[in-house]
């Protein structure tokens, strides 16, 4: 909870955290983990950003979760479902769009 | 920092719409991130109480988690994404359902009302015999 990101962020946590869960089921925690280390920190999700999204993604049926006993805990693993595949490739074409547009802009300022 | 006060949490989801199912399944997600945040400190060779510090700080504020969740409107019940309906709705089903209240304890009590019925007319039969006679014997007495 004591992160917080730049507001371009928007839909990023989104984004990553399907991407992640598309290779297989996590929990909370090791999302976290997951995408500072994916990220090269260059990212790094907040407990108040993560759950938030999860729940959210949960909600609109993109991923399911399930509790699952691990050394004495009960866990929240979350994986993806049909629709968060989807959903998934979506946002990565959207994103690829983006920055494509962005490294266009940045490289060309004159006629951006 | 002191330890995160997962039960105020939990009530304060509450109280910002989440329902009380869900709300619950966070705060024992959110516990666990917390045990694992210690867990790792401990394994990083800091003592438990240092652990445990680390822990509440990375978590951060509760206030910043309800306000997140609470800002995800499609995460709400019914009656906090609907105020406005909410407050029409609610009302008329209580009075629709009002009525339906002594019929549902009249069948929930049948027996109980039955005998209850049969005692009140045998002792107005009764009664009623009783007037009947007393009011012949004044006419021909």
């Known amino acids: 909870m004591a992160k917080s990101n730049p507001p371009f962020m928007s839909g990023v946590p989104e984004l990553l955290l399907l991407r992640l869960l598309n290779n297989r089921e996590m929990y909370g925690y090791e999302l976290v983990r997951a995408i500072k280390e994916v990220t090269g920190e260059a990212i790094s999700l907040g407990e108040g950003v993560i759950y938030p999204v999860l729940h959210s993604l949960e909600r609109n049926g993109s991923l399911i979760a399930r509790r699952k006993p691990v050394g004495g805990r009960t866990r929240v693993y979350y994986s993806l479902t049909q629709q968060g595949r989807g959903r998934l490739q979506d946002l990565q074409e959207d994103w690829r769009r983006i920055q494509t547009g962005i490294e266009t802009a940045l490289e060309n300022p004159g006629h951006a | ?141």
């Not at chain 2, 005998?115 to 009011?135: D, E, K, N």
């Open chain 2, 1 to 141: 920092m002191r330890e995160p006060d997962f039960n105020d949490l939990a009530t304060r989801l509450v109280q910002s719409g989440i329902p009380r199912r869900h709300a619950h399944r966070t705060v024992d997600e959110i516990r666990d991130h917390y045990d694992d945040l210690v867990d790792a400190a401990i394994d990083a060779g800091v003592t438990s109480r240092e652990a445990r510090y680390q822990a509440a700080r990375e978590l951060g504020r509760i206030d910043d988690l309800v306000s997140e969740m609470s800002a995800r409107r499609e995460l709400k019940t019914w009656a906090f994404r609907y105020p406005r309906a909410a407050m029409v709705v609610y009302p008329l089903a209580c009075l629709a359902v009002l009525p339906a209240a002594p019929v549902n304890a009249g069948i929930a009590h049948a027996p109980l009302l039955a005998r209850w019925g049969a005692s009140l007319l045998a002792a107005g039969l009764f009664t009623a015999g009783l007037l009947l006679v007393l009011q012949l014997s004044i006419l021909f007495g």
